[in-house]
């Protein structure tokens, strides 16, 4: 099955400086991969996904990038602020299996 | 009000005995999931369910068992709870096929003793 691979574990930032969490994945045939934040206490909520078809996306202060050829994607979160403090999720999907990353602890420090 | 509600939200429980887990939904998707959240292990999917007929086994089945009562209602049971299968569970629900996106209810905190 899929194995997905996500580091860093842990990332702390100052307010206002870029972070960048990186997954790679294993099942060739996955095509859809997306990126869940989760705050404290709460279950996990999509904030950004691409597509196989597509190699980046972008929604404000968000972006995706994925390399099929190389099997990893990445999220890119800019300008960051204190409420971007969370756990945030990578998974691939190859079909109705979707798999996990072990997830990133972002931590930004005002 | 929640659209994925679940519960109970926090048990404890003693080994051996029998738990289940409930959530129900109001966001009338026939996909729903049930995750298992272990610190540096992320989520792992254990069971899932494609319509109230249909009933698959995921990464981690093994100890679990579901029950689609309705479209809108998805149980996970633990015949015979073990501490190691004290962690946070999480149902979802999904409605647009594989690549759609989960939505996650709160989550149910089981500690078992």
């Known amino acids: 099955g899929e194995n997905v691979e996500q580091h860093p574990s842990t990332l702390s930032v100052q307010e206002g400086d870029s972070a960048v969490i990186k997954c790679t994945y294993s099942?060739?045939?996955?095509?859809?991969f997306p990126w869940y934040k989760q705050e404290l206490g709460k279950g996990p909520q999509l904030i950004i996904d691409?597509?196989?078809?597509?190699g980046e996306k972008k929604d404000q202060r968000i972006a995706v990038t994925l390399n099929k050829t190389a099997k990893h994607f990445s999220l890119h979160i800019t300008e960051t602020q204190p409420e971007d403090s969370a756990v945030y999720f990578c998974a691939a999907s190859p079909n109705n299996d979707m798999r996990f990353g072990a997830g990133t602890r972002l931590t930004v420090k005002p | 009000d929640a659209d994925v509600t679940q519960t109970p939200r926090n048990r404890i429980t003693k080994t051996g005995k029998r738990i289940m887990l409930e959530c129900s939904q109001t966001k009338g998707h026939d996909r729903m999931y049930w995750y298992r959240q272990d610190p540096g292990l992320g989520l792992r999917l254990i069971y899932y369910s494609f319509d109230v007929k249909d009933i698959n086994k995921g990464e981690i089945s093994d100890g679990y068992s579901v029950s689609r009562q309705a479209q809108a209602k998805f149980s996970l049971s633990l015949e015979s709870a073990i501490p190691n299968q004290t962690a946070l569970y999480f149902c979802?629900?999904?409605?647009?096929?594989?690549?759609?996106?989960?939505?996650f209810g709160e989550g149910s905190r089981l500690t078992v003793l």
């Open positions: 979802a629900t999904q409605g647009q096929g594989s690549t759609g996106e989960l939505f």
């Open positions: 691409i597509r196989s078809n597509v």
């Open positions: 099942d060739s045939a996955s095509n859809y």
